[in-house]
């Protein structure tokens, strides 16, 4: 049968029931705007969520010093356990599958001084490689602390965002000489504007940065904060993770499998379950949007069913003339499936359209930066078709079987 004829015959029955038909296509339309836009804006979500993550770093470990929970080599338990500079190096040498390494220490109380503004600010050292591992991206016209920096003890800083808009309000920052407890610093760079949802001692925009070696020579630190490390293969993150802890556990000599001498926050993990999360979540969303387009799908099949009983004798008169049975079948399934593309077109159209509008808006702040960013990805406008195309043929098939299975002599004579 010619797919022109096809469409004839679905126009004819649009003119005929008009108003069911009508009807029909709009509860299509809501159910197929309906589901778009739910895996729009859970798809959305899970993509501000997953960066807003890794504003505190992408696939990295951070591990802290603990105390020993167990006697181990003649050694009783309770033990403070304190990390240095060194076990960087250490670890670099020991531990080959480690692609980046940085320590961190933190130094609060500190006077930042420009002109005749003043503020308290903490101030962290760290190495260069503290950029990636922390996604402390500097601004278009600035950069971060560089090798060079570290090895010379330069008096150089990083700014977070709210530090120099505290200190420099909206004047240029870079190039401008800093005073920090009445010590100068020249600003190299200002941090890039982050979403960051995971953190610890407050947000990176609230901190300011500075090489290690200077922070140092200036603070006389022995012990460190913390460390932290990148992986080279994230698939072989958890053998990495026990190598750490065995190295640093054979220098301070805790048993390996204490694992309350080292505190690990493992991001990968979190990353894991995160994810996880959310495909339950948009799951749940699909399941939502799904059920409102199968009540539409009722009112296709009723749409059918009365097509069915009011064409029987047109339906008998092409079976007594030599029509098949595939060819009634054919009919009413594609009438059917018309009819639910025919809404949902129109309802992902919407959709498309809705989002944009709402990309125009350009919300920010607050809870506008995890839900106005709506994404209709490929996998939703599978799924929309998908069920699109199940409901339609469901809804024309059994319908059509009825009419299919009609007697021409029974048909014939139904008035």
Known sequence: MKTLFL???????????R???TLTILALVWGTFSIVMLLAFGEGLRLQMTKASHGLGEGIVIVSA????????????????????EDVRLLENRVPGIELISPEDEHYGNTMTFGQKSITQSIIGVYPSFEELRTNYPDWNSRFLNRLDLENKRRVIFLGTKVKEKIFGGAEAIGKTVLLNNIPFVVVGVLRKKIQNNMYNGPDEEKAAIPFS???????????????????DISRAEAIKKEVYRVLATKYKFDPEDTQALRLWDTIEDAKIFQKIFVGIQVFMGIIGALTLMVAGVGVANIMYVSAKRRTK?????MALGAKRRYVLLQFVSEALMIAFSGGVIGIVLSLSLVEVIKTLNLRGGAADFI???VISVQTMAVTAFLLGLIGFLAGLFPARKAASLDPVEALRYE
């Open 7 to 17: 469409f004839k015959l679905f126009y004819r029955e649009l003119k005929t029931q």
């Open 314 to 318: 047109e339906i008998g008169i092409k």
């Open 66 to 85: 603990g105390q020993t929970s167990r006697a181990f080599m003649g050694l009783g338990k309770g033990r403070q356990i304190f990390l240095t500079e």
């Open 372 to 374: 106005a960013h709506p």
């Open 19 to 21: 108003k069911r038909m």
């Open 214 to 232: 200077t922070y140092k020579s200036i603070f006389g630190v022995k012990y460190l904060d913390r460390l932290i490390y990148k992986p080279r």
